[in-house]
Each structure stands twice: as C-alpha cells, then as structure tokens.
C-alpha cells in the first residue's frame, strides 16, 4: 500500500467518526424525548425541542407515534393518514377551529394514549383532515393530568400519582 491511499483510508475514518458523534450529538437535541428516555415512570418530563415545542413519541392504541403536546388544543388530533394507519374512522362530524381556520373534524375515541408510563384509556379525539403530524397531544388527554411548566421543562403527571411529591 502506498502512503497516499493510508492517508485517504484514515481520513475517511475520522470523516466517518466524526460525523456519526455529530449525528448521534445533534439527534438528540432533535429528538430529546424518545419513547426510551421517557422511560416508564408516572411522570413525564418533556424538554423542548430546538424549534421550543414539546414533541415526543407515544402509543396510541399500541402503535408508536410522534406526538406534539398542545395545550391550547381542546381535544387530543389525529391525522386521517395515522387515523387509516390504526384502522380508525367515524362518520360523526363536527365543525372545530384549528390553527390554519374552520375545519370539520370526526369525532372518535381511543382505546389508550400512552406516554412514557402514563396510560388513559377510551380518551376523547378528533381525526382532522390536513393535520401537519401524526398527532396533537390535547387537553381531552392533558386534563387528566397535572402538567407543570418551567425554564424548557414540562413534567407532565398521572393524577393517579398526585399524592406523590414531585
């Protein structure tokens, strides 16, 4: 071998090293709440991502989702793709105001909603049309909860536990 093509060889390593560390580095200020670090504890911290919303994933009648946690959202949204996704339809219309106007939404429950180790069962939600991700995490959901916001934190916990010091 020459010293050349041992030159290229170890810099393409290093090239490769450095950019999975910034990969793995930058991945999880993109995505800082995945299913395994929310764990399976009753309270939930969320931080914020680097666009300052709360995303997180969670299962949705046992199907692994992105979810984006709305407080101003009245009822818990799903998308009509993720809706077809989980085998859910409605034929139980109703006008709701959403954040790009009037829209008619379909009216149905979910059999869970699962956050980390938190659970609610038959939780109210709307299908929407033109929803931008899989799903809004609303208050039909977070009104069962006590949510706590602070400094880029939102704990989020099952009343079930609110005995329990935080």
Do not use: C, W
């Amino acid at each position: 071998m020459n010293a050349n093509f041992k030159t290229t060889i170890g810099a393409a390593f290093l090239f490769i090293l450095l950019g999975s560390a910034l990969f793995f580095a930058f991945d999880g200020k993109l995505h800082p709440n995945t299913s395994e670090k929310l764990g399976t504890a009753s309270e939930v911290i969320l931080q914020r991502d680097l666009s300052g919303h709360y995303r997180a994933e969670a299962f949705i009648n046992g199907t692994k989702t992105n979810i984006l946690v709305d407080t101003g959202a009245t009822d818990v949204a799903i998308s009509r793709q993720f809706a077809e996704r989980l085998g859910i339809s409605s034929i139980t219309a109703t006008r709701t105001q959403t954040a790009n106007g009037e829209t008619v939404a379909y009216m149905i429950r979910l059999d869970s909603v699962k956050l980390g180790g938190i659970e609610e069962k038959n939780v109210s939600a709307i299908i929407v049309n033109n929803l931008s991700t899989d799903m809004l995490l609303g208050m039909s959901f977070l009104n069962r909860m006590d949510v706590h916001l602070h400094q880029g934190i939102m704990t989020i916990r099952s009343a079930n536990n609110l005995n329990d010091p935080i």
